[in-house]
């Protein structure tokens, strides 16, 4: 199959527009969306300045969302002086998962001069995931503590770099389960409250001083091409 833009090898098919492309058309095609969903959210503050720059917490896992999320935006505003970006990693201390993907964190990181902090359970907490597990009398998956730990992680030192935004690399397949669960659960509430808390126009989301604004930047490109933009 030849791509539709060039003529060379597609590696790609996407059912949703029909279109066949190849490594090059499809990067294109990714940054492309990132690029326009960071403009139609108003990711940039329009009073950003070099003097007073907007801040931007990412959150970088070292998996292929975020890895993708740190390129595009380090290509897109790395040079930008109204733009300060800092990488943050949560370490939650699981043998034999996180010390890999965090070398990749940082070897990314110093790749892209850019600034990273790591942040471990064990530093916060006094315990390792592993440790949690273990002790669990319900014999509960690491997951369903994990996800609480490391988003309140994020919350909390994306607040203590007085960051005005924290971005996450949650892409379209994220997006749409977690609005199938709350619709299959009959949690009209929550899915308008997903909406209104890392959704939208930054200018038109309902404002709160609680947390950090969340952005997602990915959540219009579909994890299979994310995972081949990689």
């Known amino acids: ?99 890999a993907s965090l070398d990749a964190c940082v070897e990314l990181a110093e790749d892209l001069s850019l600034r990273h902090e790591v942040v471990s359970y064990e530093e916060e907490f006094g315990v390792q995931m592993d440790d949690v597990v273990e002790s669990d009398p319900e014999d509960m998956a690491a997951c369903a503590y994990c996800g609480v730990f490391r988003r309140d992680l994020l919350e909390t030192y994306a607040a203590e770099f007085d960051a005005d935004k924290l971005l996450t690399g949650h892409n379209l397949d994220d997006e749409a389960q977690t609005a199938m669960m709350n619709f299959l659960e009959g949690d009209v509430r929550q899915v308008a409250k997903h909406f209104d808390a890392s959704l939208g126009p930054f200018d038109e989301r309902e404002g709160t001083d609680e947390f950090v604004p969340r952005a997602k930047p990915l959540r219009d490109v579909p994890e299979k091409e994310i995972a081949l933009y990689c």
Do not use: N
Not at 12 to 28: D, I, Q, V
Not at 36 to 42: A, H, L, P, S, W
Not at 81 to 93: F, K, N, Q, S, Y
């Open 1 to 99: 199959m030849e791509c539709d833009k060039c003529g060379a090898d597609a590696i790609h098919h996407a059912a949703y527009s029909g279109a066949h492309l190849c490594g090059e058309h499809l990067r294109r095609s990714v940054e492309k969306r990132v690029k326009r969903r960071v403009r139609e959210d108003g990711l940039l503050d329009p009073d950003a300045t070099p003097d007073d720059p907007d801040r931007w917490v990412i959150g970088l896992s070292g998996g292929k969302d975020s890895v993708a999320l740190t390129q595009i935006l380090d290509d897109v505003f790395g040079q930008d002086p109204r733009v300060e970006m800092l990488a943050l990693t949560i370490h939650e201390g699981i043998e034999g998962y996180r010390d």
